[in-house]
């Protein structure tokens, strides 16, 4: 069975750094995009960022953008989201999803097959 299995979050200050990790099993997602979103209390889920698994082209929230970076290494199964200048609005946690070969729309929860359980990061000002 697939799984993915965030690590990472934690609580540090403004303007602090995180990198969260997903490691994904159970399947090859070699072909799969990967995508993180976070959940915020009280508001829905939000997409961050997804990369492409093949092409590798990456997208971004405009609320994270050129502030965090997500990468993959395929041959570790893994995604990472590293998080620079973090602010107290990133609080949330956040989920590392997989999208199935073929799929368009990276930037919708509803394309993404298989989530992680999340994992807390807070940001305090």
């Known amino acids: 069975q697939a799984q993915l299995v965030e690590s990472g979050g934690g609580l540090v200050q403004a303007g602090d750094s995180l990198r969260l990790s997903c490691a994904a099993s159970?399947?090859?997602?070699?072909?799969?995009?990967m995508g993180w979103f976070r959940q915020a209390p009280g508001k829905g889920r939000e997409f961050v960022a997804a990369?492409?698994?093949?092409?590798?082209?990456?997208y971004y929230a405009d609320s994270v953008k050129g502030r965090f970076t997500i990468s993959r290494d395929k041959a570790k199964n893994m995604a990472y989201l590293q998080m620079n200048s973090l602010k107290p609005e990133d609080t949330a946690v956040y989920y590392c999803?997989?999208?199935?070969?073929?799929?368009?729309?990276?930037?919708?929860?509803?394309?993404?097959?298989?989530w992680g359980q999340g994992t807390q990061v807070t940001v305090s000002s």
């Open positions: 999803a997989a999208a199935a070969p073929g799929r368009y729309g990276l930037q919708y929860s509803s394309t993404y097959d298989n």
């Open positions: 159970g399947r090859t997602f070699s072909s799969y995009a």
């Open positions: 990369i492409a698994w093949s092409s590798g082209t990456t």
